[in-house]
């Protein structure tokens, strides 16, 4: 039998018609075929045997189309090898693909250059499947504590695309909390009427169902996606024998329990601010996480520090371009280079090398890529002192340039115990107040959270009640009464007078809706503050008024706050950078060796 003839030209793309339309096999040579081979899918590419020998046809080798960009089936069919398959598959709804002939090789024995893989199958778009979360995975059910509520009223709208679930203890809980005027009682019925606004339908005022979810973002918190649930049903809770199963806490960990139990594959986790009842949990091999959005860093050691130090060749590296002037009695040196984009506003930058003198300035300015550094005022002499009282090592004197400077608003001092925080703050305001004239008095307030067992209410004013908290003010006027030696004991209890009427010991307690004017306000202890009584006391400042923050990380006394959640952390964090607020951290402690030596060991 001769073989047919090669195509003289490249053959076109046939149409679904075209195709169909094309002469099919003999019946006799059909059957044959079957029997000896399994019969091919629908719409394969593979020619049967017997239609190549019987169709006059010439022969046309089979292309695979480019792949079109389509979504990918929903459906789990199994891919083609690169040899083909000769398994029938399960028979699905596709549109066959148009197929490209091209021109064969011709001439006798001639083979394809590559087996023919099956058509490409399009699918029909099918059922939408649900959008993937922004995270990746399914959401996860957060399992509130009361203590989370508390802390943060707003801690509903703070997990992003996830959901949230309250039991019913919770919400007892919530109304056992609501009543007094205590900051835990007025976040408790902030909680309560966010809830109340979540259930109730808006546009017809009518309660809506809270089995189905209720979405966290119909009442403009745009950034909470996911939806909250209401325990509407009794779990069935399986607790060991141990736990007494009326206490509140253990409650919650059978819903968590329970929970866990009838939603497989998706993650429950209870987010508590209590430690023992996260150990709890874990024991009972529940996932449980600690509330991490009221912590403004994970590490303390991260914590902004206010000050740099610069490489030994800064000055060769950054020369080039570089301008410098004198002003107001400081040089200014204008800066372009590598070190720029690690700076910040009124960030104190030194520079010291051994048998060169030291170098210590301050960023003033920072605008693309260019910086201006600014010379300090040297506080360590008498000449430059503040009240008699002069900076004993490099990040004192850059606190006095701070808290001396008026074009400076908030300053903020970390430190240990005994870096002379309160000493060179009560200082800088004297000096300010009685010399230069440029407030009008002093107010000093702090925390009152007692270290020990409280000893009681206090009798007397507002001032005789703060005046045992104030222990620390007392012995820093004592040591600035005693600098001026030349005045006799007449001269030094006047003195003391006078300091002692310019200064005004106010609780924290009557701070909401007061205004402060031309004052020096000096907050002791802000470590023990939660960042919202941290933002209802700078918010007390009004024109002319400086802040200042005085704490040790170190020494939180207020229950449910770390170093990350911390008011002052907060503070630290949002103002840096800011051309009007400064912070320093003190290292070096100059109260005694003794107390030097404690701090480090104890």
């Known amino acids: 039998m001769p073989l047919p003839k090669p195509p003289t030209k490249r053959a076109d793309m046939l149409t679904d018609v075209d195709f169909a339309s094309q002469p099919k096999a003999a019946k006799t040579s059909a059957r044959s075929a079957t029997k000896s ?28 189309p480019k792949a079109q960009p389509v979504a990918a089936p929903v459906s789990e069919t199994p891919r083609p090898t690169r040899k083909g398959s000769r398994k029938a598959a399960a028979p699905e709804k596709t549109a066959p693909a148009p197929i490209v002939a091209d021109k064969g090789t011709g001439g006798a024995g001639a083979k394809p250059t590559s087996p023919a893989p099956a058509a490409p199958a399009v699918s029909y778009p099918g059922p939408t499947v649900r959008r993937k979360r922004d995270v990746g995975g399914p959401a996860k059910l957060f399992v509130l504590d009361t203590n989370v509520l508390l802390h943060d009223p707003m801690s509903l709208f703070r997990f992003d695309e996830h959901d949230i679930y309250l039991p019913m203890i919770t919400l007892e809980e919530l109304d056992g909390h609501k009543k007094g005027m205590t900051e835990v009682a007025r976040n408790a019925r902030q909680v309560s009427r966010e809830l109340d606004t979540l259930a109730t339908d808006l546009s017809t005022r009518q309660q809506v169902d809270p089995a189905a979810g209720i979405e966290l973002a119909k009442t403009g918190h745009v950034e909470a996606k996911g939806k909250l649930y209401f325990q509407t049903t009794g779990l069935a809770v399986e607790l060991p024998t ?24 998706r993650e429950v986790v209870l987010v508590s601010k209590d430690i023992n009842m996260r150990i709890k949990a874990r024991a009972l091999g529940l996932t449980a996480e600690d509330y991490f959005n009221d912590k403004t860093l994970e590490d303390g050691d991260l914590l902004y520090t206010g000050v740099q130090a610069l490489p030994a060749d800064f000055w060769e590296r950054h020369a080039k371009g570089m301008e410098s002037w004198q002003q107001g009695g400081a040089t200014f040196y204008r ?40 010379t300090l005022k040297d506080y360590t002499t008498a000449k430059h002192s503040a009240w008699g ?91 600035l009464a005693r600098g001026d030696s030349t005045a006799g ?10 300091v002692r009427s310019k200064i005004k010991i106010k609780s924290l307690n009557f701070m909401r809706g007061r205004t402060f004017l031309n004052k020096f306000v000096i907050i002791d202890e802000a470590q023990n503050l939660t960042p919202k009584q941290m933002k209802t006391l700078i918010t007390r400042a009004g ?58 060991v104890l």
Not at 242 to 265: C, F, S
Not at 418 to 446: H, N
Not at 489 to 498: D, I, Q
Request: net charge negative; with cysteine.
């Open 37 to 64: 081979a399994p019969s091919a899918p629908t719409g394969s590419a593979r020619p049967s045997v017997a239609a190549s020998v019987s169709a006059p046809a010439p022969t046309l080798e089979l292309v695979k």
């Open 242 to 265: 141990g736990l007494p199963q009326g206490k509140a806490d253990n409650q919650i960990l059978g819903v968590v329990q329970a929970l866990r139990t009838q939603h497989h594959g």
């Open 335 to 374: 800066i372009t280079g590598p070190a720029v984009p690690t700076l910040m506003v009124n960030q104190f930058v030194y520079l010291e090398s051994p048998g060169v003198t030291p170098w210590y300035g301050k960023v003033t300015e920072i605008t693309g890529k260019s910086a201006v550094l600014r």
């Open 389 to 479: 009282v002069t900076a004993r090592n490099r990040e004192q004197n850059f606190a006095l340039n701070l808290l001396l400077d008026p074009e400076c608003d908030f300053v903020t001092l970390t430190g240990s115990a005994g870096t002379g925080k309160t000493l060179i703050t009560l200082a800088a305001a004297l000096s300010q107040v009685l010399d230069e004239r440029r407030y009008t008095e002093i107010i000093v307030t702090r925390v009152t959270v007692p270290v020990g067992d409280d000893i009681g209410f206090l009798p007397g004013t507002e001032e005789e009640k703060m005046s045992p908290w104030m222990g620390a003010l007392d012995d820093n006027l004592e040591v």
């Open 489 to 498: 004991e007449w001269g030094r209890a006047a003195t003391s007078e006078l």
């Open 543 to 600: 024109p002319g008024t400086k802040i200042v923050c005085l704490g040790n990380l170190a020494q939180i006394d207020t229950p449910y706050l770390t170093e990350g959640s911390s008011g002052l952390t907060y503070a630290v964090d949002k103002f840096k950078g800011w051309p009007h607020g400064g912070h320093v951290t003190l290292a070096r402690g100059e109260r005694s060796r003794l107390a030097d030596f404690a701090s480090e």
